[in-house]
């Protein structure tokens, strides 16, 4: 008894607790329910964009997938030059003869209802007129070929990335700049409109400054149009929704004042790649010339069961040479094709290294007047804000008009959006000459890894 007495006593002094509970409101228990914090944004980089293109773009794949398949070549250009062995079986019947009438071992051998034979075939090529040779050579610089192709491409798809990504910044920077002259222009149209009733302002003037508040307003509805294709192309190459807000922007590293266009055209990969392709085309030279040379091969075979008269024989070898006396023309189509492929190739890679040249030379030129332009815009927006703090001052003293006022806010805020406009200019020409330099991305995968 005294146990249920003791019993009932702790479930009333919990239920006051657990009535209290059951009384609070769905939201209040909701609340309750979850405490946790809720995680931050983290703010997503350029390299954190560049990663996620690399995983997302499809290209880079196939170019990864390109290297791969080189060394499909290469292993095939090792078993020509190796040569092949198997293990051959063979159990032979036929329909059964009498005796042979000469009654010798040869002819009950070949008259012999059964005959079984297992036994090791090795075929080794000894001399194929420099073929192997050229299909090695060939294979090992098609990959290294590829791999700088590969590089390249993830260049090219940074370069990608970096313009999405400032594009968007830079449109949505522009957006904060419109809205913020929107909201002076809609103060000011207040402020005209009572100093109109007054007498004070005409119509005109409210009339003006209406006009030109409608054209940011344009201006406004255009950009946000740009802001969703840029934001619809950052979409595309990373293969996420990045929401905007999670976009942060980081201050460039210093570059070089004084480049060596030559030496850094020589070392980008694409150029590299251009050179590797010269000495696969001259392993395929090699190997179209080798149909002029004579081959010599050995055929070998050991025995691990014979029956009849050459059972106690286990192994013989035969020698082939191969005398080329004419193809009808297909060995020299074959030599003439190559050393076309060859020259070609030559010309791709004397092009390819004086194109990288040209780029990284324009890439410099763009970088540094994007610069100069950039800092001189710096310097015309604090001389347009000050000019726009005079103007408003002078006119509480009635010595400008309303119009001299408007036009300095004018000529402040599209200075303000040039400034930006050439901000961001001047970001992408600095990684338009790092991937013009082929000395943009390795850094860029360290950090995005």
């Known amino acids: 008894m005294k146990r249920w007495i003791l019993i009932f006593l702790l479930l009333m002094s919990g239920a006051p607790h657990l009535w209290a509970m059951g009384s609070l409101p769905a939201s209040a228990k909701k609340e309750i329910k979850n405490t946790a914090p809720a995680p931050e944004i983290q703010a997503i980089t350029l390299w954190d964009g560049y990663e996620l293109a690399m995983r997302q773009s499809e290209s880079l794949a196939i170019k990864k997938e390109e290297i791969g398949r080189t060394l499909a070549s290469f292993l095939k250009a090792t078993g020509d030059a190796a040569g092949d062995i198997d293990f051959v079986m063979t159990n032979k019947r036929q329909d059964p003869q009498g005796s042979s009438s000469d009654g010798s071992a040869v002819a009950a ?102 006009s030109r508040y409608e054209v940011f307003k344009a201006d406004l509805a255009r950009a946000k149009g740009d802001l969703a294709l840029a934001k619809n192309m950052l ?30 055209a020589s070392r980008r990969p694409d150029v590299e790649a251009a050179r590797q392709a010269i000495t696969t085309a001259r392993g395929a030279m090699i190997v179209a010339q080798g149909d002029l040379w004579p081959e010599l091969s050995l055929d070998s075979n050991l025995y691990e069961k014979r029956e009849g008269f050459q059972s106690g024989i286990s192994w013989d070898a035969l020698f ?17 094709d190559a050393y076309s492929l060859w020259k070609e190739s030559k010309l791709t890679y004397a092009m390819t290294q004086r194109k990288a040249e040209q780029e990284i030379r324009d890439a410099y030129s763009n970088w540094m007047s994007a610069g100069e332009q950039f800092r001189a815009l710096e310097k015309a927006v604090k001389a347009a804000q000050e000019n726009f703090t005079l103007q408003s001052s002078e006119y509480k003293q009635h010595w400008v008009s309303n119009l001299d006022v408007l036009e300095a806010m004018q000529a402040l805020f599209e200075t303000k959006r040039d400034m930006n406009q050439a901000f961001y200019v001047m970001t992408k020409s600095y990684w338009q000459l790092e991937v013009a330099r082929g000395n943009c991305c390795k850094d860029a995968e360290i950090k995005a890894n």
């Open 109 to 210: 051998n070949a008259t012999a209802a059964e005959r079984r034979e297992r036994k090791f075939v090795i075929s080794q090529p000894l001399f194929q007129g420099f073929k192997s040779v050229g299909a090695l050579s060939g294979a090992g610089s098609l990959r290294k070929q590829r791999q700088g192709e590969w590089e390249r491409a993830k260049q090219l798809l940074f370069i990608d990335v970096v313009h999405s990504f400032y594009d968007y910044l830079r449109i949505q920077k522009d957006i904060e700049i419109i809205q913020g002259i929107l909201t002076l222009y809609e103060d000011r149209i207040q402020e005209l409109k009572g100093w109109e009733n007054i007498g004070r302002s005409r119509p005109s003037e409210t009339a003006t400054a209406q």
């Open 235 to 264: 979409a595309f190459l990373t293969g996420t929704a990045v929401r905007p807000v999670e976009l942060k922007d980081e201050a460039l590293p210093p570059s070089e004042a004084e480049i060596d266009f030559k030496e850094l």
């Open 320 to 336: 082939t040479l191969t005398i080329p006396l004419g193809k009808g023309g297909s060995t020299l189509g074959k030599m003439r």
